[in-house]
């Protein structure tokens, strides 16, 4: 069978943007991707930092409320939507629930063949490089590099710690060449 979705998840910072370009580049076939930042960036200004939406707080820490949820929900709907329309699809992903969001993500895809990528970085490297981005609240980085993995499950994983995004694509490319396990 053949990959239809690549799931990446990863904490803040672990360098998942970067290894989604690099993908869409060796990859034989074009990809279509889809990134949470992307997701957070399209809702109105009032939801992106609303108890209903979206907070990030001041520590690094975020927390999503009601109608970020619901919006969420619909967001995984149209991106199995378009894997199901026949484009292949690279999501860039943070579960903040761990292997509750992983399992939310399964229901979505359901009876599409997706290739499950952990992006793991170490904390104080992922925090290093948030510092340079500028774009992220102090912290985000090292409170996500092991929250979000916490119980879930992977095809592979890869380390940009000492990796290069590249290097990183052409493992998971390779994967999915090979076709899921």
Same mark, same amino acid.
């Given at each position: 069978m053949t990959t239809q979705v690549i799931v990446l998840n990863g904490g803040s910072s672990s360098g998942k943007s970067g290894i989604v370009r690099c993908l869409q580049a060796v990859l034989p076939d074009p990809w279509l991707a889809f990134g949470i930042d992307g997701f957070v960036e399209s809702m109105p200004a009032s939801l992106q930092s609303s108890g209903t939406g979206i907070e990030f %707080?001041?520590?690094?820490?975020?927390?999503? /409320?009601?109608?970020? +949820?619901? #919006?969420?929900? =619909? &967001?995984?709907?149209? !991106? =199995?939507? +378009?894997? &199901? %329309?026949?484009a292949r699809v690279i999501v860039d992903d943070v579960f903040l629930g761990g292997a509750h969001s992983q399992e939310r993500w399964r229901k979505s895809l359901d009876? #599409? !063949?997706? #290739? &499950?990528?952990? !992006?793991?970085?170490?904390?104080?490297?992922?925090? /290093?490089?948030?510092? !340079?981005?500028?774009?992220?609240?102090?912290?985000?980085?090292?409170?996500? =590099?092991? #929250?979000?993995h916490q119980g879930v499950f992977y095809d592979i994983e890869v380390d940009t710690t000492h990796t290069e995004a590249l290097d990183c694509a052409r493992t998971i490319a390779e994967a999915v060449v090979s076709g899921p396990p």
């Open positions: %707080a001041a520590d690094g820490g975020v927390s999503v /409320g009601e109608e970020f +949820t619901r #919006l969420e929900a =619909a &967001w995984r709907a149209g !991106v =199995a939507a +378009t894997a &199901w %329309a026949g009876g #599409l !063949v997706v #290739l &499950w990528v952990g !992006v793991r970085c170490d904390a104080e490297v992922a925090a /290093g490089r948030e510092i !340079v981005r500028g774009d992220r609240s102090r912290g985000m980085a090292e409170k996500q =590099a092991e #929250l979000v």
